[in-house]
């Protein structure tokens, strides 16, 4: 019996070391290269694959879409990121076709073993949304089994190549950069959010508009401007939501995590800054008979950030009340104009037709089928409640 123990005892200790190996078709990370951004454009073949079409390196394809992917090197494969000659950490690869999935395989031949998993952002030139569906550009991505849903899409009215290229910062990814940008969201009012694959397939499916941050590039910098409009029923680009548009959107969605409020005291012409430190909404729905309307309640707290008029006295229960006031006004006119905006581009992405379908679903069985064109015409209402709840340390006096 000890002996049979003392045999069990060692086979399981052998099938733990064998265990504890790892995957038998593992590879060293830094044998991968590791996908981190795609970029996809209207097709213009480069240099690169001109000249090897030339030497005999082309298959048949319509060259309709552009794809750029951008490769991370690992640790020490790119150089210092010190010193005057700033070696780069990443390499972008492109490739034209009229298919994602065979251009993605097309790499192969020209890279090593490229790895999908690591991907964490996708840009899409509008003007490519003009001629494909958004789900004709993302099907490839929603089937990989390699790829994450928590990959981000993101838009840009330039080309989505050059966001790919600006090293913004040294010895940074320029793909990591943008996504870490909007980590910056709780201190600035006016960036969307970007969406990731798994909150994209719902709009798709029930063919709702929606919005993509806009990305713009210079020379030598990249900013998230404003937001892309993609349409429910063509899935297409749709036209542009600005910044301060994107804000105004924001305040009547409750979707703001931070940031700053601006407006001018028509009195004495001077800027007051209201920092948000919270923010929420609810759109009521209105049905009376055959008419139908919306009232947006948008709520508030913050403080005084900033003030460019001298001799305050914060603590006066009429200059709270007028500086309340002017805040309030402020996000009402924001409001407004985004909704203004959407109805010059016939499109519902404020969640206007979410809180009809909840409040009064039998309505929304009615007119959902041309809900974007109904929306246009239906009267909206607003209203605000702020609280400033502080004015900081400026109220502070010295005896």
Known sequence: ????QSGMTAI??????LALTGCWSSSPIEDRNLEVGIALDTAAPSREEKKMKKKGGGYPKKELIRRTVQFELPEGNGGSAEGPTQAKNFYNL????DSIMEMTRETYLRTNSPAG??????????SLLKSFSMYELLDFFLRDNDIRLSLEVMLSTGTASDV??????PGKTPALTLKELFSNRERNSRMAEPL???KIIAPLKANRSFILPNVITTDHEIKVAGAGVIKGKTQKYAGFLSETEVEGLQWIKGDIPGGVLKETDPQSHKKIEYEIKSAKSKIQAIVEGDDISFHVKMISGGRIAESFKPARNDGNNKLVAYETKLVEEKVNELAQDAVAKMRKLRVDVGGFGEALHLQHPEVWKKVKDD???TFAKIPITYSTKINIEDYGASSMTVD
């Not at 399981?12 to 070391?17: E, G």
């Not at 998993?117 to 509008?126: E, T, W």
């Not at 790919?164 to 910062?169: A, E, F, H, Q, Y």
């Open 94 to 97: 492109e490739e034209t076709g």
């Open 196 to 198: 990731p694959l798994a």
């Open 164 to 169: 790919l290229s600006r090293t913004t910062v």
């Open 12 to 17: 399981i200790a052998l099938l733990l070391c």
């Open 1 to 4: 019996m000890i002996k049979f």
């Open 117 to 126: 998993f690591h991907l964490k952002i996708i840009i899409i030139s509008s």
């Open 371 to 373: 809900w974007d064109n």
